[in-house]
Protein backbone atom coordinates (compact mmCIF):
# COMPACT_ATOMS: atom_id res chain seq x y z
CA UNK A 1 0.00 0.00 0.00
CA UNK A 2 1.55 3.28 -1.09
CA UNK A 3 1.57 5.91 1.74
CA UNK A 4 -0.73 8.92 1.43
CA UNK A 5 -0.50 11.46 4.43
CA UNK A 6 2.88 11.31 6.51
CA UNK A 7 2.92 12.62 9.24
CA UNK A 8 6.69 14.55 10.86
CA UNK A 9 6.74 14.85 14.51
CA UNK A 10 9.36 17.54 15.07
CA UNK A 11 10.91 20.98 13.98
CA UNK A 12 14.34 21.43 13.29
CA UNK A 13 16.73 19.89 10.92
CA UNK A 14 15.68 15.68 11.02
CA UNK A 15 12.16 17.15 10.26
CA UNK A 16 13.17 19.39 7.88
CA UNK A 17 15.39 16.64 6.40
CA UNK A 18 12.77 14.20 6.12
CA UNK A 19 10.01 16.44 4.81
CA UNK A 20 12.65 17.43 1.75
CA UNK A 21 13.93 13.60 1.05
CA UNK A 22 10.10 12.77 0.71
CA UNK A 23 9.61 15.64 -2.17
CA UNK A 24 13.19 14.65 -3.32
CA UNK A 25 11.67 10.82 -3.36
CA UNK A 26 8.39 12.16 -5.34
CA UNK A 27 6.42 11.45 -2.45
CA UNK A 28 3.00 13.52 -3.85
CA UNK A 29 0.83 12.43 -0.32
CA UNK A 30 0.17 14.86 2.49
CA UNK A 31 3.17 16.36 4.78
CA UNK A 32 1.91 17.29 8.03
CA UNK A 33 4.97 18.86 10.48
CA UNK A 34 4.12 19.18 13.71
CA UNK A 35 6.41 21.49 16.02
CA UNK A 36 6.40 22.09 19.61
CA UNK A 37 8.00 25.21 18.78
CA UNK A 38 6.82 28.78 18.89
CA UNK A 39 9.17 29.70 15.80
CA UNK A 40 9.47 28.05 12.23
CA UNK A 41 12.58 25.66 12.30
CA UNK A 42 16.21 27.25 12.39
CA UNK A 43 19.49 26.12 12.81
CA UNK A 44 20.90 25.20 16.45
CA UNK A 45 24.07 26.09 15.30
CA UNK A 46 24.64 29.44 15.86
CA UNK A 47 22.39 29.82 19.37
CA UNK A 48 25.81 29.36 21.15
CA UNK A 49 27.82 31.94 19.15
CA UNK A 50 25.86 35.35 17.46
CA UNK A 51 22.45 34.60 18.94
CA UNK A 52 23.88 34.19 22.55
CA UNK A 53 26.31 37.30 21.61
CA UNK A 54 23.49 39.40 20.89
CA UNK A 55 24.95 39.99 16.84
CA UNK A 56 22.43 37.40 15.43
CA UNK A 57 18.56 37.16 15.57
CA UNK A 58 16.01 34.53 14.64
CA UNK A 59 15.76 35.86 11.24
CA UNK A 60 19.55 35.21 10.58
CA UNK A 61 19.24 31.52 11.35
CA UNK A 62 15.22 30.20 10.10
CA UNK A 63 16.31 27.69 6.95
CA UNK A 64 14.94 28.42 4.18
CA UNK A 65 10.89 27.77 4.31
CA UNK A 66 8.45 24.44 3.88
CA UNK A 67 7.06 24.61 0.32
CA UNK A 68 3.25 25.83 0.74
CA UNK A 69 2.13 22.36 0.29
CA UNK A 70 3.48 21.29 3.39
CA UNK A 71 1.40 21.11 6.49
CA UNK A 72 3.63 22.93 8.85
CA UNK A 73 1.72 23.62 12.98
CA UNK A 74 3.90 25.34 15.01
CA UNK A 75 3.22 25.21 18.77
CA UNK A 76 2.13 21.77 18.34
CA UNK A 77 3.44 19.40 20.51
CA UNK A 78 2.57 15.37 20.24
CA UNK A 79 1.18 14.01 23.66
CA UNK A 80 0.66 10.56 22.57
CA UNK A 81 1.02 7.78 19.82
CA UNK A 82 -1.34 5.08 18.97
CA UNK A 83 0.72 3.13 16.91
CA UNK A 84 -2.77 1.01 16.39
CA UNK A 85 -4.89 3.45 15.23
CA UNK A 86 -2.41 5.40 13.04
CA UNK A 87 -2.95 8.60 15.27
CA UNK A 88 -0.95 11.24 16.89
CA UNK A 89 -2.43 12.88 19.32
CA UNK A 90 -2.10 16.70 20.56
CA UNK A 91 -3.68 19.38 22.08
CA UNK A 92 -5.36 20.55 19.00
CA UNK A 93 -6.64 16.77 18.31
CA UNK A 94 -5.53 14.05 16.46
CA UNK A 95 -3.85 13.58 13.56
CA UNK A 96 -4.30 10.78 11.40
CA UNK A 97 -0.73 9.02 9.30
CA UNK A 98 -0.06 6.00 7.24
CA UNK A 99 3.52 6.98 7.75
CA UNK A 100 4.76 8.37 10.84
CA UNK A 101 8.27 10.29 10.97
CA UNK A 102 9.60 10.50 14.69
CA UNK A 103 11.31 13.25 15.11
CA UNK A 104 11.34 15.38 18.48
CA UNK A 105 14.67 15.79 19.18
CA UNK A 106 16.35 16.19 22.74
CA UNK A 107 16.26 19.24 25.49
CA UNK A 108 18.72 20.12 27.52
CA UNK A 109 20.10 18.01 30.45
CA UNK A 110 19.70 19.80 33.79
CA UNK A 111 21.23 19.23 36.88
CA UNK A 112 19.11 21.08 38.93
CA UNK A 113 16.03 20.33 42.15
CA UNK A 114 12.96 21.28 41.37
CA UNK A 115 13.09 24.86 43.25
CA UNK A 116 16.07 25.89 40.71
CA UNK A 117 15.62 27.68 37.77
CA UNK A 118 18.50 26.78 35.42
CA UNK A 119 20.14 28.40 32.43
CA UNK A 120 20.78 26.27 29.23
CA UNK A 121 20.96 25.99 25.97
CA UNK A 122 19.19 24.32 23.39
CA UNK A 123 16.34 25.94 21.41
CA UNK A 124 15.87 29.51 20.65
CA UNK A 125 13.92 30.22 23.86
CA UNK A 126 16.57 29.19 25.86
CA UNK A 127 19.06 31.40 24.01
CA UNK A 128 17.52 34.24 24.19
CA UNK A 129 16.57 33.82 27.83
CA UNK A 130 20.46 33.19 28.61
CA UNK A 131 21.49 35.89 26.20
CA UNK A 132 19.88 38.60 28.60
CA UNK A 133 21.18 36.69 31.56
CA UNK A 134 24.41 37.06 30.17
CA UNK A 135 24.67 40.82 28.54
CA UNK A 136 23.32 41.43 32.62
CA UNK A 137 26.32 39.47 34.03
CA UNK A 138 29.82 40.12 34.70
CA UNK A 139 30.72 36.44 35.81
CA UNK A 140 29.46 33.30 34.52
CA UNK A 141 30.22 29.42 35.50
CA UNK A 142 29.67 26.80 33.06
CA UNK A 143 28.82 23.71 34.02
CA UNK A 144 30.42 21.35 31.47
CA UNK A 145 33.40 21.18 29.03
CA UNK A 146 32.02 19.89 25.89
CA UNK A 147 31.59 21.64 22.38
CA UNK A 148 28.74 23.43 23.65
CA UNK A 149 30.07 24.42 26.77
CA UNK A 150 33.36 25.49 25.83
CA UNK A 151 31.71 27.41 22.67
CA UNK A 152 29.07 29.56 25.18
CA UNK A 153 32.23 30.15 27.02
CA UNK A 154 34.45 31.60 24.10
CA UNK A 155 30.88 33.90 23.23
CA UNK A 156 30.82 34.63 27.08
CA UNK A 157 34.72 35.81 26.84
CA UNK A 158 34.75 37.65 23.97
CA UNK A 159 31.81 39.47 25.84
CA UNK A 160 33.93 40.21 28.29
CA UNK A 161 32.64 38.05 30.96
CA UNK A 162 34.52 36.54 33.84
CA UNK A 163 34.14 33.02 32.56
CA UNK A 164 34.73 29.43 34.61
CA UNK A 165 34.30 25.78 32.82
CA UNK A 166 33.57 23.42 35.46
CA UNK A 167 33.66 19.20 34.27
CA UNK A 168 34.90 16.05 35.43
CA UNK A 169 37.59 15.83 32.94
CA UNK A 170 39.54 18.28 30.72
CA UNK A 171 36.90 20.01 28.53
CA UNK A 172 37.05 18.62 25.07
CA UNK A 173 39.37 15.44 25.79
CA UNK A 174 36.57 13.14 24.96
CA UNK A 175 35.49 14.63 21.74
CA UNK A 176 38.99 15.55 20.27
CA UNK A 177 41.03 13.47 22.20
CA UNK A 178 43.94 14.87 24.06
CA UNK A 179 46.20 17.00 21.61
CA UNK A 180 43.84 18.93 20.35
CA UNK A 181 41.47 19.27 23.20
CA UNK A 182 44.87 20.38 25.12
CA UNK A 183 45.66 23.04 22.23
CA UNK A 184 41.78 24.07 22.24
CA UNK A 185 42.10 24.49 25.93
CA UNK A 186 45.44 26.43 26.13
CA UNK A 187 43.93 29.08 23.30
CA UNK A 188 40.93 29.56 26.34
CA UNK A 189 43.14 29.58 28.90
CA UNK A 190 45.28 31.78 27.29
CA UNK A 191 42.14 34.17 26.40
CA UNK A 192 41.04 34.45 30.10
CA UNK A 193 38.94 31.38 30.89
CA UNK A 194 39.70 29.12 33.92
CA UNK A 195 39.13 25.52 34.22
CA UNK A 196 37.94 23.41 36.75
CA UNK A 197 38.54 20.13 36.69
CA UNK A 198 36.64 18.12 39.50
CA UNK A 199 36.83 14.22 40.75
CA UNK A 200 32.89 13.77 41.50
CA UNK A 201 29.47 15.46 40.36
CA UNK A 202 28.80 19.08 41.30
CA UNK A 203 25.72 20.97 43.23
CA UNK A 204 23.89 23.99 41.95
CA UNK A 205 23.58 26.58 44.66
CA UNK A 206 20.92 28.96 45.02
CA UNK A 207 17.22 29.50 44.40
CA UNK A 208 15.92 30.11 42.06
CA UNK A 209 18.37 31.08 40.12
CA UNK A 210 22.03 29.37 40.67
CA UNK A 211 24.76 31.67 41.56
CA UNK A 212 27.11 28.84 42.14
CA UNK A 213 28.14 25.33 42.26
CA UNK A 214 29.47 23.50 45.28
CA UNK A 215 32.64 20.94 43.90
CA UNK A 216 32.93 17.47 45.11
CA UNK A 217 35.43 18.48 47.98
CA UNK A 218 33.37 21.41 49.25
CA UNK A 219 34.54 24.21 47.50
CA UNK A 220 32.10 26.90 46.45
CA UNK A 221 32.41 28.77 43.01
CA UNK A 222 29.90 31.74 42.68
CA UNK A 223 29.18 33.97 39.56
CA UNK A 224 26.09 36.12 38.51
CA UNK A 225 25.07 33.50 35.87
CA UNK A 226 25.36 29.68 36.12
CA UNK A 227 24.60 27.90 32.63
CA UNK A 228 24.97 24.14 32.87
CA UNK A 229 25.70 22.50 29.67
CA UNK A 230 25.93 18.57 30.55
CA UNK A 231 24.39 17.19 27.39
CA UNK A 232 20.73 16.38 26.18
CA UNK A 233 17.95 14.11 26.58
CA UNK A 234 15.80 12.66 24.17
CA UNK A 235 11.71 13.60 23.62
CA UNK A 236 10.63 10.49 24.28
CA UNK A 237 7.55 11.03 26.86
CA UNK A 238 5.10 11.20 24.41
CA UNK A 239 6.12 7.60 23.26
CA UNK A 240 5.33 6.40 26.75
CA UNK A 241 3.26 3.24 26.38
CA UNK A 242 3.19 3.14 23.01
CA UNK A 243 4.83 -0.31 22.15
CA UNK A 244 7.54 2.13 20.55
CA UNK A 245 11.01 0.42 21.79
CA UNK A 246 12.76 3.01 24.22
CA UNK A 247 15.97 2.62 25.53
CA UNK A 248 17.81 5.79 26.12
CA UNK A 249 15.87 7.37 23.08
CA UNK A 250 13.57 5.96 19.86
CA UNK A 251 15.41 2.07 19.22
CA UNK A 252 15.84 2.36 15.60
CA UNK A 253 17.49 -0.14 13.16
CA UNK A 254 20.51 0.45 10.27
CA UNK A 255 17.18 2.03 8.06
CA UNK A 256 16.22 3.89 11.27
CA UNK A 257 12.77 1.81 11.29
CA UNK A 258 10.69 1.74 14.18
CA UNK A 259 7.61 0.02 13.47
CA UNK A 260 5.62 -0.90 10.39
CA UNK A 261 5.31 2.43 8.76
CA UNK A 262 6.72 4.03 11.91
CA UNK A 263 10.71 5.29 11.12
CA UNK A 264 12.92 8.21 13.26
CA UNK A 265 15.55 10.45 13.12
CA UNK A 266 17.70 13.08 14.48
CA UNK A 267 18.85 13.46 18.45
CA UNK A 268 15.73 11.29 19.35
CA UNK A 269 17.35 7.86 18.29
CA UNK A 270 18.95 5.40 19.68
CA UNK A 271 20.99 2.97 17.17
CA UNK A 272 21.18 -0.75 17.67
CA UNK A 273 24.72 -2.08 16.84
CA UNK A 274 23.79 -5.54 16.58
CA UNK A 275 25.70 -6.78 19.09
CA UNK A 276 23.22 -5.33 22.01
CA UNK A 277 25.60 -2.17 22.12
CA UNK A 278 22.90 1.00 21.39
CA UNK A 279 24.49 4.02 20.27
CA UNK A 280 23.59 7.68 20.61
CA UNK A 281 24.95 10.66 17.75
CA UNK A 282 23.07 13.66 18.33
CA UNK A 283 25.17 15.72 15.65
CA UNK A 284 23.28 17.75 12.70
CA UNK A 285 24.86 15.99 10.46
CA UNK A 286 23.70 12.63 11.88
CA UNK A 287 19.99 13.91 12.18
CA UNK A 288 20.72 14.73 8.56
CA UNK A 289 21.67 11.41 7.29
CA UNK A 290 19.10 9.21 9.36
CA UNK A 291 16.53 11.64 8.51
CA UNK A 292 17.12 10.59 4.64
CA UNK A 293 17.79 6.94 5.62
CA UNK A 294 14.43 6.95 7.71
CA UNK A 295 12.72 8.65 4.45
CA UNK A 296 14.57 6.02 1.87
CA UNK A 297 13.29 3.32 4.46
CA UNK A 298 9.52 4.05 4.82
CA UNK A 299 9.01 4.68 1.02
CA UNK A 300 11.08 1.40 -0.12
CA UNK A 301 11.25 -0.66 2.96
CA UNK A 302 14.02 -3.43 3.00
CA UNK A 303 15.73 -2.54 -0.32
CA UNK A 304 16.41 1.17 0.43
CA UNK A 305 19.68 2.47 1.21
CA UNK A 306 20.84 1.87 4.59
CA UNK A 307 22.16 4.43 6.90
CA UNK A 308 25.22 5.25 6.42
CA UNK A 309 27.31 7.61 9.02
CA UNK A 310 29.03 10.34 7.91
CA UNK A 311 30.92 10.73 11.08
CA UNK A 312 31.42 14.41 10.77
CA UNK A 313 31.42 17.14 13.44
CA UNK A 314 33.04 20.09 14.45
CA UNK A 315 33.24 22.99 16.69
CA UNK A 316 34.56 27.10 16.34
CA UNK A 317 35.60 28.77 19.73
CA UNK A 318 38.25 30.72 21.22
CA UNK A 319 39.11 31.82 16.82
CA UNK A 320 39.77 27.98 16.27
CA UNK A 321 37.81 26.17 13.40
CA UNK A 322 37.94 22.33 14.52
CA UNK A 323 36.74 19.92 12.16
CA UNK A 324 36.39 15.94 13.25
CA UNK A 325 35.40 13.11 10.65
CA UNK A 326 36.22 9.16 11.68
CA UNK A 327 36.20 8.04 15.24
CA UNK A 328 35.47 10.77 18.24
CA UNK A 329 38.56 11.14 20.82
CA UNK A 330 41.88 9.87 18.91
CA UNK A 331 44.42 8.05 21.06
CA UNK A 332 47.97 9.20 21.07
CA UNK A 333 49.91 11.79 19.33
CA UNK A 334 48.68 12.62 15.46
CA UNK A 335 50.87 12.28 12.33
CA UNK A 336 50.79 15.69 11.10
CA UNK A 337 49.85 15.64 7.23
CA UNK A 338 49.84 19.29 6.62
CA UNK A 339 50.89 22.38 8.72
CA UNK A 340 51.80 22.70 12.38
CA UNK A 341 50.05 22.74 15.46
CA UNK A 342 52.12 25.47 17.06
CA UNK A 343 51.63 27.49 14.05
CA UNK A 344 48.01 27.08 14.64
CA UNK A 345 46.65 25.43 11.79
CA UNK A 346 47.32 21.58 11.11
CA UNK A 347 45.95 18.61 9.34
CA UNK A 348 45.80 15.57 11.64
CA UNK A 349 45.75 12.13 11.23
CA UNK A 350 45.22 8.94 14.08
CA UNK A 351 46.42 6.64 14.15
CA UNK A 352 48.80 7.16 11.18
CA UNK A 353 48.58 8.53 7.55
CA UNK A 354 48.18 5.62 5.61
CA UNK A 355 44.60 4.23 7.49
CA UNK A 356 43.42 7.24 9.79
CA UNK A 357 40.38 6.34 11.58
CA UNK A 358 40.36 10.15 12.96
CA UNK A 359 41.32 13.26 10.84
CA UNK A 360 41.20 16.96 12.66
CA UNK A 361 41.40 19.54 10.77
CA UNK A 362 42.40 22.87 13.00
CA UNK A 363 42.26 26.20 11.22
CA UNK A 364 42.91 24.33 8.36
CA UNK A 365 40.60 25.01 5.03
CA UNK A 366 40.38 21.61 4.09
CA UNK A 367 36.46 20.85 2.71
CA UNK A 368 35.04 17.54 5.27
CA UNK A 369 34.36 16.48 2.05
CA UNK A 370 38.08 15.58 1.33
CA UNK A 371 38.62 14.79 4.70
CA UNK A 372 36.50 12.56 4.60
CA UNK A 373 38.30 10.69 1.78
CA UNK A 374 41.44 10.28 3.64
CA UNK A 375 40.10 8.11 6.28
CA UNK A 376 40.71 4.70 5.74
CA UNK A 377 39.07 2.69 3.14
CA UNK A 378 38.00 0.34 5.70
CA UNK A 379 36.68 2.72 7.98
CA UNK A 380 34.80 4.24 4.85
CA UNK A 381 33.38 0.99 3.69
CA UNK A 382 31.69 0.90 7.27
CA UNK A 383 31.04 4.86 7.10
CA UNK B 1 15.03 30.91 -8.35
CA UNK B 2 18.39 32.39 -7.23
CA UNK B 3 20.59 31.34 -4.75
CA UNK B 4 22.31 33.71 -2.18
CA UNK B 5 25.45 32.49 -0.44
CA UNK B 6 26.60 34.79 2.33
CA UNK B 7 30.26 33.92 2.06
CA UNK B 8 31.25 35.72 5.64
CA UNK B 9 28.73 33.37 7.33
CA UNK B 10 29.98 30.27 5.43
CA UNK B 11 32.01 27.80 7.36
CA UNK B 12 32.56 25.18 4.58
CA UNK B 13 30.85 22.04 6.05
CA UNK B 14 29.74 21.16 2.64
CA UNK B 15 26.41 19.58 3.26
CA UNK B 16 25.37 21.79 0.44
CA UNK B 17 27.85 20.62 -2.19
CA UNK B 18 27.44 17.04 -0.84
CA UNK B 19 23.87 17.64 -1.29
CA UNK B 20 23.24 19.19 -4.79
CA UNK B 21 26.70 19.20 -6.32
CA UNK B 22 24.87 20.55 -9.36
CA UNK B 23 24.48 23.86 -7.12
CA UNK B 24 26.98 24.83 -4.82
CA UNK B 25 30.78 23.61 -4.87
CA UNK B 26 33.44 24.64 -2.00
CA UNK B 27 36.47 26.91 -3.45
CA UNK B 28 40.45 26.14 -2.39
CA UNK B 29 39.59 27.75 1.00
CA UNK B 30 36.60 25.60 1.23
CA UNK B 31 33.62 28.35 1.21
CA UNK B 32 31.02 27.96 -0.82
CA UNK B 33 30.20 28.94 -5.00
CA UNK B 34 27.20 28.93 -6.69
CA UNK B 35 27.30 27.23 -10.13
CA UNK B 36 24.60 29.22 -11.70
CA UNK B 37 23.30 33.12 -11.16
CA UNK B 38 20.06 31.61 -11.65
CA UNK B 39 19.04 28.04 -10.70
CA UNK B 40 18.21 25.89 -13.76
CA UNK B 41 14.51 25.02 -12.61
CA UNK B 42 15.26 21.06 -12.94
CA UNK B 43 17.59 21.84 -10.13
CA UNK B 44 15.61 23.98 -8.22
CA UNK B 45 14.43 21.20 -5.83
CA UNK B 46 17.46 20.17 -5.39
CA UNK B 47 18.94 24.18 -4.67
CA UNK B 48 16.68 24.54 -2.02
CA UNK B 49 17.58 20.87 -0.74
CA UNK B 50 21.15 21.96 -0.71
CA UNK B 51 20.30 25.46 1.15
CA UNK B 52 18.50 24.04 3.83
CA UNK B 53 20.69 21.99 5.09
CA UNK B 54 23.66 24.93 6.08
CA UNK B 55 23.94 24.58 9.94
CA UNK B 56 24.96 27.80 9.98
CA UNK B 57 22.20 29.41 7.56
CA UNK B 58 24.75 31.27 4.90
CA UNK B 59 22.63 30.04 2.13
CA UNK B 60 18.96 31.89 0.94
CA UNK B 61 16.66 31.16 -1.64
CA UNK B 62 14.87 33.84 -3.47
CA UNK B 63 12.27 33.18 -6.14
CA UNK B 64 12.36 35.32 -8.73
CA UNK B 65 9.66 37.63 -9.90
CA UNK B 66 7.39 36.32 -12.73
CA UNK B 67 8.08 39.70 -14.58
CA UNK B 68 12.23 39.60 -14.50
Known amino acids: MSLRQVVVVGGSIAALTAVEMLRMEEFDGRITVLSDEEVPPYTRVPLSKGVLAGTESIDDIVLAPLSDDVDLRLRTPATALDIEAQVVHTPAGPVRYDGLVIATGARARRLGGPDQVERVLRSHDDCVRLRDDLAAASSVIIVGGGFLGMEVASTARALGKDVTVVDLAPPLDRLLGTVVGGRVRSVATQAGVRIVVTDGGVRLLGAPTPTGVELVDGTHLEADLVVSAVGDVPNVEWLAGSGVQLHGGVVVDHHCRVAPNVVAAGDVTVMSQGNGDLTRSPHWTNAVDQARAAIRALLHGDEAAPYRPSQYCWTEQFGLDVKLVGDLDPQGEPTVLDGSLEQGSALLAWPDATAPRTVIALNHHTPPAKLKRLLRPTAQARA | ?68
Open chain 2, 1 to 68: MKIVADRDRCEGHGLCADTAPEVYELDDDAIVVLRHEVVPPELERKAEAGARVCPVAALRVEQLSVEA
